[in-house]
């Protein structure tokens, strides 16, 4: 089993939907929680980190921790074709501050 | 968030030879960290660079064919050593920590194909 999973890709949403990512992780004791973008040919930009249960909003972006499902998820609200990248979720097991990566999803915005 | 200088930027080597990768970052961190990142793979952590003392590898990863220094919180390089083709990959420099808190930033990577 994949220490960190993303729901399989290639997703591809209208312009103004609303994209839904999303993350598992086995590890109960992860602390923190994180979404990157990544443009092709670019390295990985933050997007959002959680740290607790519940809804973070920045923006268009809403990240959801779910700690006792062990989930967490990346909402994008009306979309837009400069969305389109892959979405790399990220978890920090503990004190290490390593970080697990997911397999990524390409999200693909579509005019 | 810090500036984290990576270079060079891409480079084109020939089989057997090796090449230093360098990461600056503009402020002290707590830990550097050297990435692979294969075409069309998500992110492969190579090793944990500690400053003043070895790097700590992953499973897969060794001393001898990724060599990482650290001499300062600052400053760290990865050489990809004996290059063959199946190193081709981006490889990435991130650092956390200092007044970047818990957060990990990434420098632009290093596109490297090897012929």
């Known amino acids: 089993q994949k220490e960190v999973e993303q729901n399989s890709g290639p997703l591809s949403v209208p312009e103004g939907a609303i994209a839904s990512l999303n993350c598992t992780y086995s590890?109960?004791?992860?602390?923190?929680f994180f979404w990157y973008r990544q443009y092709s040919g670019k390295s990985p930009e933050l997007i959002m980190f959680i740290y607790s249960n519940g809804d973070k909003e920045d923006g268009r972006f809403t990240a959801q921790l779910n700690k006792a499902s062990q989930y967490v998820s990346l909402l994008i609200r009306d979309s837009q074709p400069s969305d389109s990248a892959t979405y790399l979720c990220a978890v920090n097991p503990g004190s290490a501050r390593q970080l697990t990566f997911g397999s990524g999803t390409q999200l693909t915005v579509l005019p | 968030s810090a500036v984290i200088s990576q270079k060079p930027s891409r480079d084109i080597c020939q089989r057997g030879t090796s090449l230093t990768i360098q990461c600056q970052v503009d402020s002290q961190v707590t830990m550097m960290f050297w990435y692979r990142q294969q075409p069309g793979q998500s992110l492969t952590l190579i090793a944990t660079a500690n400053q003043g003392s070895e790097a700590t590898y992953e499973s897969g990863f060794v001393i001898d064919k990724f060599p990482i220094s650290r001499p300062n919180l600052t400053f760290s390089t990865l050489t990809v050593s004996n290059m063959s083709p199946e190193d081709s990959s981006i490889y990435l420099c991130?650092?956390?920590?200092?007044?970047?808190?818990?957060?990990?930033?990434f420098g632009a990577g290093t596109r490297l194909s090897v012929l």
């Open positions: 991130s650092a956390v920590g200092g007044n970047m808190e818990d957060i990990q930033y």
């Open positions: 590890d109960r004791g992860s602390q923190s």
